[in-house]
């Protein structure tokens, strides 16, 4: 370990503060972390109010955390920007590369603004030999000089040796409004590493960005592209993806080799990968593990909502592809009803019945999943035009026990919830018919779907078949309500409750026409 001096002045007086730093073996002087700056920082701050009202300067939370300037550090950095002069005269400045380009107004000798700067040095391989000085000039009255060699710099940085080819000889560099002074000095640092792909294998995604940023601004090539072979490499997690991608782009055009980076999160394939879609379908609708499919469904079910990838001509493929596995599930569904509605069937061997009951609720899970999808999209509409024309499924319904059938009647209920929610605008025709098929099975599994689904919700299924036979006209309304009125009246809260559509159709049949008939429509409204 070595110490390097944080010196502050004050009204004509120099405080001594020694900060521990590291000594790589190239000789790399390592720029104190955020904590201890902060500390020492903090330190002076405290022993400056003991000794008297003196005005106190902003604490520095860190050295990359960039805040805003006061007035007088603007007047500061006004003051300080000036050309690069020779080695008998004062320190030429140079604006930050990354923000404008330097401005050559000679910087005139300011005493009192030179006394209120936090000051660090910093020395890099051996400081004997040193023939340059840089000095950064960051916020919060913070300045680093930097103790470096021309031919390094000249070397590795692009942005340097242009300046000293420029300006020589030149004995100082003045960096103004640099933003990330700790970087700024780290990547000067890297400039004297051999190896600086080792010297980041420590470093986390967002601090190599900030280094990579720093590296572009100086044209130090051998830094950008040990950052990018880094990012290359480590996993990008959360909000780091973006940040990758957002700062890797800017570096496209200087033939740097940022493709297989960008390739992690775009392929070439111009086209929309709807074969991926549909064999991941396949997958999922064919798996044997119930676990697992579970959670599938549940994961594919939530990225399809969350984003919106069916887009232009994808769009009619990937509902093809819907549709083609609902018809699949369908099929399947009526064979198996069939099986199990044969008077032989309850002849079989217990694992043979077991068989194909699983295969029932699969089936029957698998397209209800697939309902969900086309509910979510929109695009349910020839699906309920589909499960009404299902008959003959219907008419072998009763003849399964319910423990085989119940989820066909789940598939039901999301159709009546769509609709009445306006997910689905199916004709009226098939509005009728749906209601007409499969109403009454609905009915009789109503007592398992609320005991024996957790994910049954009565009252949005009730509100949904009540708003969706209230769209179809006052006969058919009166045909279906009675009907249900029947069969509420039998077996009470085993059967859908359906008395708020009954008001609505009541209102309407005994209620308006007298209103209508006074010609006061608000009162009906009132009601």
């Known amino acids: 370990m070595s110490d390097f001096r944080v010196r502050r002045l004050q009204q004509g007086h120099t405080k001594i503060r020694n900060v521990p730093i590291a000594v790589t073996p190239e000789g790399f002087w390592c720029c104190p972390s955020p904590a201890v700056l902060q500390k020492t920082l903090k330190n002076q701050n405290n022993q400056s109010k003991h000794r008297g009202p003196s005005s106190p300067l902003s604490k520095a939370s860190s050295v990359q955390k960039a805040s805003t300037l006061t007035a007088e550090k603007r007047t500061i950095s006004t003051s300080l920007r000036s050309k690069v002069i020779s080695d008998d005269q004062r320190c030429p400045t140079v604006d930050n590369p990354a923000l404008s380009p330097p401005n050559?107004?000679?910087?005139?000798?300011?005493?009192?603004?030179?006394?209120?700067?936090?000051?660090?040095?910093?020395?890099?391989?051996?400081?004997?030999?040193?023939?340059?000085?840089?000095?950064?000039?960051?916020?919060?009255?913070?300045?680093?000089?930097?103790?470096?060699?021309?031919?390094?710099?000249?070397?590795?940085?692009?942005?340097?040796?242009?300046?000293?080819?420029?300006?020589?000889?030149?004995?100082?560099?003045?960096?103004?409004?640099?933003?990330?002074v700790e970087i700024y000095v780290e990547t000067v640092g890297l400039m004297y590493c051999k190896e600086v792909k080792q010297r980041l294998i420590k470093q986390n995604v967002s601090r190599v960005l900030r280094i990579l940023k720093i590296a572009e601004s100086l044209g130090f090539h051998a830094c950008i592209k040990s950052c990018l072979d880094y990012l290359e490499a480590v996993p990008w997690v959360g909000e780091e993806e973006e940040n990758v991608v957002s700062s890797i782009r800017r570096l496209q055009n200087n033939n740097y080799g940022?493709?297989?980076?960008?390739?992690?999160?775009?392929?070439?394939?111009?086209?929309?990968?709807?074969?991926?879609?549909?064999?991941?379908?396949?997958?999922?609708?064919?798996?044997?593990?119930?676990?697992g499919r579970?959670?599938?469904?549940?994961?594919?079910?939530?990225?399809?909502?969350e984003n919106d990838i069916w887009t232009s001509g994808s769009a009619e493929i990937?509902?093809?592809?819907?549709?083609?596995?609902?018809?699949?599930?369908?099929?399947?569904?009526?064979?198996?009803?069939?099986?199990?509605?044969?008077?032989?069937?309850?002849?079989?061997?217990?694992?043979?019945?077991?068989?194909?009951?699983?295969?029932?609720?699969?089936?029957?899970?698998?397209?209800l999943w697939l309902v969900e999808i086309l509910a979510d999209r929109h695009i349910a509409d020839d699906f309920a035009v589909m499960w009404a024309g299902q008959d003959?499924?219907?008419?072998?319904?009763?003849?399964?026990?319910?423990?085989?059938?119940?989820?066909?009647?789940?598939?039901?209920?999301?159709?009546?919830?769509?609709?009445?929610?306006?997910?689905?605008?199916?004709?009226?025709?098939?509005?009728?018919?749906?209601?007409?098929?499969?109403?009454?099975?609905?009915?009789?599994?109503?007592?398992?779907?609320?005991?024996?689904?957790?994910?049954?919700?009565?009252?949005?299924?009730?509100?949904?078949?009540?708003?969706?036979?209230?769209?179809?006209?006052?006969?058919?309304?009166?045909?279906?309500?009675?009907?249900?009125?029947?069969?509420?009246?039998?077996?009470?809260?085993?059967?859908?409750?359906?008395?708020?559509?009954?008001?609505?159709?009541?209102?309407?049949?005994?209620?308006?026409?007298?209103?209508e008939q006074q010609g006061n429509p608000s009162t009906l409204q009132s009601r």
């Not at 960008?262 to 396949?282: E, F, G, Q, W, Y």
């Not at 068989?355 to 029957?364: D, P, Y």
């Not at 008395?499 to 009541?506: D, L, M, P």
């Open 294 to 305: 579970r959670e599938m469904k549940s994961l594919v079910l939530k990225l399809l909502k």
């Open 104 to 180: 050559t107004a000679e910087r005139p000798p300011n005493p009192t603004v030179d006394s209120q700067q936090r000051k660090i040095s910093v020395g890099f391989g051996q400081p004997k030999t040193s023939d340059l000085k840089v000095i950064l000039y960051g916020k919060e009255g913070l300045a680093v000089r930097m103790s470096v060699h021309r031919n390094i710099l000249s070397e590795n940085s692009s942005f340097f040796a242009d300046k000293l080819a420029r300006h020589s000889p030149a004995s100082c560099i003045e960096i103004l409004d640099c933003e990330d």
């Open 392 to 515: 003959e499924l219907a008419s072998l319904h009763s003849k399964l026990s319910i423990v085989s059938r119940h989820l066909i009647s789940c598939i039901t209920a999301r159709l009546f919830v769509g609709i009445g929610r306006g997910e689905m605008l199916p004709s009226k025709d098939t509005r009728q018919l749906l209601l007409q098929v499969w109403l009454h099975p609905l009915i009789d599994d109503y007592s398992w779907l609320q005991h024996g689904c957790r994910s049954f919700d009565r009252k949005v299924v009730e509100e949904g078949i009540g708003r969706t036979i209230l769209t179809l006209p006052l006969e058919d309304q009166q045909t279906i309500l009675l009907s249900w009125l029947g069969s509420f009246l039998k077996v009470g809260d085993n059967c859908p409750n359906l008395h708020r559509a009954f008001e609505v159709w009541w209102r309407r049949t005994f209620i308006r026409p007298y209103v």
């Open 258 to 291: 940022v493709s297989p980076l960008l390739k992690r999160v775009s392929s070439d394939i111009t086209n929309p990968p709807n074969d991926t879609l549909a064999h991941i379908m396949k997958l999922v609708l064919e798996s044997s593990d119930d676990r």
């Open 318 to 367: 990937c509902t093809q592809t819907l549709y083609t596995s609902c018809q699949s599930c369908l099929d399947s569904l009526l064979t198996l009803f069939t099986q199990a509605s044969e008077p032989n069937f309850a002849d079989r061997s217990l694992e043979s019945k077991d068989l194909v009951v699983r295969q029932i609720s699969l089936e029957a899970d698998n397209l």
